[in-house]
């Protein structure tokens, strides 16, 4: 029997009591006591686009690194507490995933999250391998060739869904991980900042029936601090998926993985295509992330395999609807707008609006809603 997500691993906040930032000044001392063989080359770099941690870009010799650092906090916000062991939770799946780990082969040189250097839980900081300067799937969508795009589009969805296909099939309902990768304190921040503020969004953009969908969504959130049945990214969207060379996909930023449930990738994953093809700034992009779409769906369904009925039975399918209108939400009205497709716009204009009845319309009637179809 699976044991209940909250007798994991994490049971709470770990205390900020005598927290020492660690500050640009600090990376490269702290490298040449952790890694005595690196040698850095050149200054630390913040690494743009973090809001939860603090990134940075080593170069050296031979390779560069990242450097990442996990505050109490929203690195971006201070004066928000957020649990540290999030950064725990990113190098274990980094290390399960990665060369002799117990889920090694579910990755390959096509899809995989960085390699796993070295961590020190008490800061705490994980050292990664570099990817590079190399573009996010937002990016590379504007800035490809358009000729090839929606065939080259098509064969990242086709790999990005084998991969979370086989992901959630070989960790359904196993005890090690529902142990190993519990992140309750980022489920309960999840819950808080996202499912029990989308009334208050919805008032915000003059929906009538803001309450009753408001509560269908703090009714997901809750739900979803219990038992999990799959081991979930937790954050798949598009700066969480880099274009390397040869269009390989890295998968970055695990720090929200969780022991949950599988509509926490895939309705995350679509309301952001959705938002994607919406704002696109041409034709030939909103094709793009169209055929990436169906390639997504047919990959990730297939890689399912027998799992499939069981993980995704109607309650599922309904709730990865509901979870579509709370993402929506949070990035067109919310507090997650700035930086995304809709930043700086406001309330009324009309992409805005129709984000915000797209988002209540799958909160309005889920059951009619088809996360999984094309």
Known sequence: MRRNSDEGRHRGPVS??????????????YLRERLPAFSPTGEPRRVPGGHLNVVWRVPGAERSLIVKYAP???????????????????????????????LNGLTGAAVRPPKAIDLNPDVPVLLMEDIGPVPSFGRWLREADAEPLEKRAAAQGRRLGA?????????????????????????????????QGVADMLRKAGVGD?????RRAETLGRSLLGPGRCLTMGDLWP???????????????WELAHYGRPLQDVAHWRAHLWMQRQRAPSEAVARAVAAHRDAFLGAY???L??????????????????????????????PFQAGYVYAGLDVEHPAVQTAVATAAEHLRAPAAADVLGR
């Not at 803001?210 to 408001?214: E, K, N, R, T």
């Open 16 to 29: 900020d009591a005598g927290h020492k930032p660690m500050k640009d000044a600090h990376v490269v001392p």
């Open 210 to 214: 803001a309450d009753v969908l408001g």
């Open 239 to 253: 700066p969480s998926v880099l274009i390397g060379p040869g269009t390989h996909l890295r998968i970055i930023d």
């Open 301 to 303: 369904g297939e890689a």
């Open 305 to 334: 395999g027998d799992t499939k009925a069981s993980l995704w039975d109607p309650a599922e399918r309904r709730d990865a609807a509901i979870h579509v209108g709370a993402e929506l939400l949070v990035r067109a009205v919310g």
């Open 163 to 195: 991969f979370l296909g086989r992901l959630h099939a070989a960790t359904c309902d196993d005890d090690h991980c529902a142990d190993a990768f519990n992140n309750r304190p980022m489920q309960k921040t999840r819950h808080a900042v996202q499912y």
């Open 72 to 102: 109490p906090y929203i690195a971006a916000d201070p004066d928000t507490p957020l649990d540290p062991s999030r950064l725990l939770i990113e190098a274990r799946c980094l290390r399960a995933l990665g060369q002799g780990g117990r």
